[in-house]
């Protein structure tokens, strides 16, 4: 098992541009996530979903988009970058509601800068 | 806003020692996970505790729930330079995860 994999592991846009972090999961999860990690802080939700078809808002949405159009994929598109972006970006994957709900497995990390 | 708080916020120590670190709330919650993160890594899922007055080891860690299950610590005995990283305790609101701002644990040899 792969586990939870993100692509790409580095990306250096310039404001303005957009792009995609990819996530996908191979363990049949329902819930998936995607935190941004700045500097000396914890983990901060941007989006989550909680199955197939159904995405909501965490703590720091704005710039922002996510979709979720198959249990193992949940991309998260970067609409318009910003400085503020720079960051390190954190998928998450768990069972779902339930047993098992709150132990998340985490993948490796996107580590964006925007110029 | 953080619904967690993490306490110290960064820690060093010598090969050896003991340390504990908290992760406080103002409301209660069902659940508990303690994560540790290495630099470059994803964070990794320690512990979960359940059950007020909880107390869960993990070889040299012991995690414990407090009664009122509004905070929880970490106590590592004999730390070893591979404790080192950024613990995270996490817990559930709802549908969201959420996370506390995390101590980072540094143990010199």
């Known amino acids: 098992n792969a586990g939870v994999t993100q692509t790409p592991k580095f990306q250096v846009l310039k404001t303005g541009q957009s792009m995609t972090l990819q996530c996908a999961q191979d363990?049949?999860?329902?819930?998936m996530s995607w935190y941004r990690q700045d500097p000396g802080m914890g983990l901060r939700l941007i989006h989550y979903s909680v199955g197939a078809g159904i995405t909501d808002q965490g703590e720091v949405p704005n710039g922002y988009n996510v979709s979720r159009s198959t249990t193992e994929d949940f991309p998260l598109r970067l609409l318009s970058a910003a400085p503020s972006q720079t960051s390190v970006y954190f998928c998450?994957?768990?069972?779902?509601?339930?047993?098992?709900?709150?132990?998340?497995?985490f993948g490796p990390g996107t580590r964006l800068t925007v110029t | 806003t953080q619904l967690l708080e993490q306490s110290p916020q960064f820690l060093s120590i010598q090969e050896g020692e003991n340390l504990t670190v908290y992760c406080n709330s103002s409301?209660?919650?069902?659940?508990l996970q303690w994560y540790r993160q290495e630099p470059g890594e994803g964070p990794v899922l320690l512990v979960t505790v359940v059950t007020g007055g909880e107390v869960k080891k993990l070889k040299r860690l012991t995690f414990q729930f407090g009664d009122a299950r509004k905070d929880s610590s970490l106590h590592i005995t004999a730390a070893q330079t591979g404790d080192t990283g950024l613990y995270l305790c996490?817990?559930?609101?709802?549908?969201?995860?959420?996370f506390g701002g995390g101590t980072r644990v540094l143990v010199k040899p």
């Open positions: 409301s209660v919650f069902s659940s």
């Open positions: 363990m049949n999860h329902e819930y």
């Open positions: 996490s817990k559930a609101a709802g549908n969201k995860l959420t």
């Open positions: 998450a994957s768990s069972r779902g509601p339930g047993v098992g709900f709150y132990e998340q497995y």
